[in-house]
T-cell receptor, first 116, second 113 residues
Framework: DQQVKQNSPSLSVQEGRISILNCDYT??????FLWYKKYPAEGPTFLIS?????DKNEDGRFTVFLNKSAKHLSLHIVPSQPGDSAVYFC???????????????FGTGTLLAVQP | NAGVTQTPKFQVLKTGQSMTLQCAQD?????MSWYRQDPGMGLRLIHY???????DQGEVPNGYNVSRSTTEDFPLRLLSAAPSQTSVYFC????????????FGNGTRLTVT
């Protein structure tokens, strides 16, 4: 039972255009969401996050949007660059008692290819 | 800055063999965890630890053991390897607060024949 879903295994966009990666979740107790980027033969690296009390967070070319009623979040990359080509994972966490842990649940990933 | 270091990078085992995947972090992070990555399955949590002496199970703990005797180290043990454990394994750490991003190592690619 996947609590975090990325329904698009891959996405191809032209350099300079917008990339939109989508993520859906089922657990209404999730209150913090993150996006990670992964290059081949490397570990995932943190990209951007958003708390459930917000609906948008922006960091340079990267913006994450959260729609709590739809249990949906998306990552927008504008403008897309060839170096953005990687696998993107969304992840979600639920604050447990004491807030002492951040057990992240990950989606299956979307492979983004940015064509020069 | 070493960050999270995993060894070995690659390993081939025969069914039934045992081994330990090593993970060390030098950021004084309280929280550490192990994930496995399989095609079409994303990253799945195996075990995690919120501090030295404390461990707990994640989504897919069967066939794996962990211990946390120091803040820095969090080894993952396979007692009797099975082909279903062929995967890429990632260790990660964080400060442990709810909104602290995980820092990942570069992974160990394990093949069980």
């Amino acid at each position: 039972d996947q609590q975090v879903k990325q329904n698009s295994p891959s996405l191809s966009v032209q350099e300079g255009r917008i990339s939109i990666l989508n993520c859906d979740y089922t657990n209404s107790m999730f209150d913090y969401f993150l996006w990670y980027k992964k290059y081949p033969a490397e570990g995932p690296t943190f990209l951007i996050s958003i708390s459930s009390i917000k609906d948008k967070n922006e960091d340079g070319r990267f913006t994450v949007f959260l729609n709590k009623s739809a249990k949906h979040l998306s990552l927008h990359i504008v403008p897309s660059q060839p170096g953005d080509s990687a696998v993107y994972f969304c992840a979600a966490s639920e604050e447990l008692k004491g807030g002492a842990t951040n057990k992240l649940i990950f989606g299956t990933g979307t492979l983004l290819a940015v064509q020069p | 800055n070493a960050g999270v270091t995993q060894t070995p990078k690659f390993q081939v085992l025969k069914t039934g063999q045992s081994m330990t995947l090593q993970c060390a972090q030098d950021m004084n992070h309280e929280y550490m965890s192990w994930y496995r990555q399989d095609p079409g399955m994303g990253l799945r949590l195996i075990h995690y630890s919120v501090g030295a002496g404390i461990t707990d199970q994640g989504e897919v703990p069967n066939g794996y053991n962990v211990s946390r005797s120091t803040t820095e180290d969090f080894p993952l043990r396979l007692l009797s390897a099975a082909p279903s454990q062929t995967s890429v394994y990632f260790c990660a750490s964080s400060r442990g607060q709810h909104n602290s991003p995980l820092h990942f190592g570069n992974g160990t690619r394990l093949t069980v024949t």
